[in-house]
């Protein structure tokens, strides 16, 4: 095995261990379950930023609740639109108890999480993965759990994870 393969090799495990670490550190309960807001709570404030997302996975968990995957465009892999773009998922989302929105900068990236995630991905398109997945938005009403996690240049490089925790409503 090469060095490039070896490090492509590394970062595919990295990137399934943080997304099972995601996954299981929130826990299994994340979902949907409308508080009973209006829609008002989906328009941003105002001077807010508004980006545009592509949502190309949605799914339901059984004991209720809702994940998305979405693809932004790669001009917002910086800290200060990854934060902006929390903010928006934020207002976006208030009426729920459960959310869990994993965002990519690529569609391709997004299209593989299923793969990566069994470890069913070639070393490219494992180093593809981790270089696009850039955010992950997770809510649970019943533990106070909500929290942006940003990775501008991806989550298989040397910075890794920044964590941004809202206050519990």
């Known amino acids: 095995m090469t060095g490039p393969e070896r490090t492509a090799r590394r970062i595919s495990k990295t990137a399934v261990v943080a997304l ?12 949907l379950a409308r508080l009973g807001s209006d829609d008002s709570s989906a328009t941003p404030g105002r001077g807010a930023e508004r980006f545009a997302y592509q949502t190309v996975e949605w799914w339901t968990i059984p004991a209720g609740g809702f994940g998305n995957v979405i693809v932004v465009d790669s001009s917002l892999r910086s800290e200060p639109k990854l934060r902006a773009l929390g903010e928006q998922l934020r ?17 391709r990236a997004a299209a593989l999480r299923d793969s990566a995630l069994a470890e069913r991905v070639s070393a490219e398109e494992a180093a593809l993965y981790a270089r696009h997945f850039i ?13 942006l996690r940003i990775a501008p240049n991806g989550i298989g490089t040397e910075n890794g994870w920044e964590t941004i925790t809202y206050p519990p409503r």
């Not at 099972?20 to 979902?31: D, F, H, S, W």
Request: net charge neutral.
């Open 135 to 147: 955010a992950s938005y997770v809510r649970n009403s019943h533990t106070g759990h909500h929290q």
């Open 91 to 107: 207002r976006e989302n208030e009426g729920y108890r459960y959310v869990f929105i994993e965002v990519f900068s690529n569609l």
């Open 20 to 31: 099972v670490a995601i996954t299981c550190g929130v826990g299994v309960v994340l979902g």
